[in-house]
């Protein structure tokens, strides 16, 4: 302390300049390190890469551009598409769409996956959040790979500034500023939109144009959250999902069933449900102990061994976590194999109430499995 | 787990600011690296499984926290900007003439009706800011003409404001509650205006009526300086119209305009300015907007490195938890006093962090009700130092050079309004009843 204080002034200003820089050269790397996308290797059922901007051409060369797997049976049926990565702080959203590009077989109709539905969430973190960067896993020869972990929002360098309070089109609801960068909170999204709306258009376009049957929304909530461990429905799904419901409980699976709210706009299960005719829309949540307000330390440990010791207090205070936490966690293979379960039980639930358009598909890990064998048998080695 | 590691940030920050006289936002940002160095946040990216994780040093999460804040920060500079504009091209002393000479002698409307004029940016923005250096900065000058101290007057401004960001139509903290609950932001008129309107009369009273009895408007009135109006006639006025348009257009006509941000409609505000009235030096009014801005910008820094280490280590968490915690006797104090006092960080955090835990542990009461009440403690963050926006910006524009001094006056109606929360909250059930009949 002496020391400094024996520098004069304007010395002192300048040695905090240099700091500054350096700190601000070195984290600028950091950022510009969560650009870099982690390499998807997909299945041999594969059928076709495609882009989203095919659908809006404007996104074509934007971080909302993102790579559209898509898988086909050799039957006709139904076409169903799922959507990873809608916010990208909630990874086993993510990696369920990682493992369905990875082990996907369809023998019967079409799956169509986007597993980085927000691409430009995964390129920032959300300040104050302290959430790590990437997750390291082990693949099936034991070498790792890795992968982000992104923001809620779209990266304030593709949208920005931010309103003080967003206005959702067409209903007018008003929302929080933030809420003009979730890309859950955009559908059904504008052509002229905001980045964010037009990456909600191009997916509403995709699924009119191309016919769809289901749509199905991959996320991650905070154990505090009301609607957990859940399958959330708009109103023209409810039977399939209340009969997907049944089939997770019938094997040991504890689901819940929310229909969407009739007022809350936005989202994708009532605002695709709303505007795609004849589409089926659904929405998965998990419970993602490193995401809520009542979370300790946040790390790729607590994401990946899903224990945390405030929840596992919290566990004391009557009806506050709304799943229950023990000292074995809510680990991230669980989270993936839950909605890797609820999309079978969905698949099969589409086959009874819209037999002319069923969709049969293969290759995926049940939850038993991963809980047997972990998520590294299912995700392709690195080259 | 323990709070101990954000005692001692806490003990760390108070000895580098107190003893040691360091500028607040650096004292703030080194006690977040020490505090986080402390708890294991590596100096340097660590490995994981043989590969390099970016992002994994404390260096990432200080410069990721301290940008938290950009958008409030280029609120505040284009404010100062205007502000400085409306003090040179005279519009800022036509309006102070115009207030003296119309409400002057009629000390209680005059009290209220300004309290009411310095919410209205609150009101429309949900943001205290954007009173306080508007309409704030605008009903500053009468009520110090009208013998106010500049203490008294100060925490005028920032109760306004604050109560301004409870007023609806807009209300960001209970609008951050609602998103993270998935709750639709409707019917919260009634609620809004039972917990706001009631607190604005008696607070503006509260702080100005008895020395406005004893001011004298004719003195006032003959010290401020009529030229300008004289001198440039209704169009002085332009300026203010504009913001007045554009702040509110988009909330009158939501369909087919869409809000600007505030940092382009106060910049829009300025350069009408320019061309209004007085002749603006506009370089030396940029850089004392600057200038003023400039430490509290380092404050908002400082407490935005601050608060993601503590998220990162748990001790928000940790903190959140011991809130939640605390007996059933003990549990309504810690809502009135912990959210007000994480504001210390920050007002809309304080609503996010700790708005949607308690509004989910106090479901079983109308939870409408309940989370405007959340919002209203929410926003008395706004008052509470290190950043204490509210206090820290009416101490500028009343010319306050220490804004504790502000903050000690406000004590007695935050007080007030703290208390009020908690009645609206516990008597949510029966003023269900009473006013809507369910």
């Given amino acids: 302390m002496k020391i400094l204080l024996a520098i004069p002034p304007r010395g002192r200003a300048w040695l905090l300049l240099i700091g500054v820089a350096l700190l601000a050269a070195g984290a600028g790397r950091d950022f510009l390190a969560q650009r870099q996308a982690e390499v998807l290797r997909p299945s041999t059922g594969l059928s076709e890469l495609r882009r989203l901007s095919e659908w809006h051409a404007p996104l074509a060369g934007s971080r909302g551009d993102t ?55 995964f390129t920032a973190t959300d300040p104050q959040e302290g959430t790590p960067q990437r997750l390291v896993l082990p693949t099936a ?106 089939g997770l409980e019938m094997n040991g699976v504890d689901i819940a069933l929310e229909p969407s709210p009739l007022n809350l706009h936005g989202l994708s299960h009532r605002e695709l449900g709303d505007h795609v005719p004849g589409l089926r829309a659904v929405l998965y949540e998990s419970a993602n102990p490193g995401q809520g307000r009542l979370r300790g330390r946040t790390d790729a440990a607590q994401i990946l ?79 | ?24 936002g650096l004292a703030l940002a080194t006690a977040a690296l020490a505090g986080g160095l402390l708890q294991g946040v590596p100096l340097t990216a660590v490995e994981q499984g043989g590969l390099p994780i970016p992002g994994s040093s404390i260096w990432r999460h200080l410069v990721e926290g301290g940008f938290v804040y950009i958008d409030p920060i280029l609120i505040m500079v284009t404010a100062f900007f205007f502000m400085k504009v409306i003090e040179e091209n005279g519009l800022l002393s036509a309006l102070t003439w115009w207030i003296l000479k119309g409400l002057g002698s009629r000390p209680a409307l005059l009290a209220t009706v300004l309290g009411l004029f310095v919410a209205f940016p609150g009101m429309l923005t949900g943001l205290s800011t954007a009173s306080v250096l508007t309409t704030g ?26 109560l301004g960001v409870v007023a609806p139509p807009v209300n960001l903290p209970a609008m951050i509650i609602c998103a993270s609950v998935d709750m639709p932001y409707l019917g919260f008129m ?99 907007a600057l200038r003023q801005a400039l430490p509290v910008m380092g404050i908002l820094v400082g407490v935005g490195c601050f608060i993601q280490i503590l998220t990162l280590t748990g001790q928000r968490g940790e903190l959140v938890l011991t809130v939640l915690q605390l007996p059933a006797w003990a549990a309504w104090l810690g809502i009135a006093v912990s959210l007000p006092a994480f504001g210390a960080v920050s007002a809309l955090g304080s609503a996010s962090v700790l708005g949607v835990p308690f ?72 003023l269900v009843q009473l006013l809507q009949g369910r």
């Fill in chain 2, 190 to 288: 009634l609620p809004l205006l039972l917990l706001s309107l009631p607190l604005l009369v008696v607070c503006s009273l509260w702080l100005a009526w008895r020395p406005l009895q004893s001011g004298d408007p004719a003195a006032a009135l003959e010290a401020v300086e009529r030229g300008p109006l004289d001198r440039h006639g209704p169009r002085l006025l332009l300026p203010l119209l504009l913001i007045a348009v554009l702040m509110g257009g988009p909330r009158l006509f939501p369909a087919w305009w869409a809000s600007p941000g505030m940092p382009v409609v106060l910049l829009a505000g300025s350069l009408l300015g320019l061309v209004t009235g007085d002749r603006v030096r506009v370089g030396a009014a940029a850089w004392a």
């Fill in chain 1, 305 to 383: 061994a899903g224990r945390d010791p405030c929840y596992l207090a919290a566990q004391s205070i009557p009806g506050m976590n709304k799943v229950p936490v023990d000292s074995t966690g809510l680990p991230l293979w669980l989270r993936v194999g839950r909605h890797l379960d609820a999309l079978r039980e969905t698949l099969l639930a589409l086959e009874l109430v819209d037999p002319d358009h069923p969709v049969s598909a293969a290759g995926l890990p049940s939850l038993e499995d991963l809980r047997a064998r972990g998520l590294s048998p299912w995700l392709s080695p690195t080259p």
């Fill in chain 1, 141 to 246: 020869d034991g070498r790792p790979r890795w992968f982000r972990v992104g923001g809620r929002a779209t990266n304030p360098l593709d949208q920005w500034p931010d309103p003080e309070i967003t206005v959702h089109r067409p209903s007018l609801q008003a929302l929080s500023g933030i809420e003009t960068r979730n890309l859950n909170r955009s559908y059904p999204g504008r052509a002229d939109g905001s980045f964010t709306e037009q990456v909600a258009f191009a997916i509403r376009s995709l699924l009119e144009r191309e016919h769809f049957d289901l749509v199905v929304d991959f996320h991650e909530a905070a154990i505090e959250y009301p609607v957990v461990n859940a399958i959330v429905a708009h109103e023209r799904a409810g039977e399939l999902a209340a009969m997907a419901v049944l």
């Fill in chain 2, 359 to 430: 509004l989910l542990a106090l479901l079983g009461r109308p939870e409408i009700w309940v989370c405007a009440g959340l919002s209203l403690l929410a926003a008395l963050g706004d008052l509470m130092p290190p950043a204490s926006l509210a206090c820290n910006f009416s101490a500028q524009v009343t010319g306050e050079p220490d804004y504790f001094r502000v903050l000690r006056r406000c004590l007695g109606p935050a007080l007030l309004c703290a208390l009020w929360a908690l009645a609206v909250m516990a008597a949510s059930p029966w």
């Fill in chain 1, 67 to 121: 790579e559209l797997y898509r898988f086909r049976g050799a039957e006709p049926g139904g076409r169903v598409l799922v959507l990873g990565g809608t916010h990208p702080n909630e990874p086993a959203g993510f990696l369920a769409a990682v493992l369905l590009v990875e082990n996907l077989q369809v023998s019967r109709g079409e799956v169509w996956v986007l597993p980085r539905a927000n691409a430009s969430a």
């Fill in chain 2, 1 to 24: 787990m323990s709070l101990w590691p954000l005692g001692l940030m806490v003990l760390l920050f108070i000895l580098l600011f107190a003893r040691l006289r360091w500028p607040l």
């Fill in chain 2, 137 to 162: 900065a605008i009903a500053a000058p009468p009520l110090l003409r009208m013998g106010l101290d500049r203490r008294r007057a100060g925490a005028f401004v920032a109760m306004a404001s604050i």
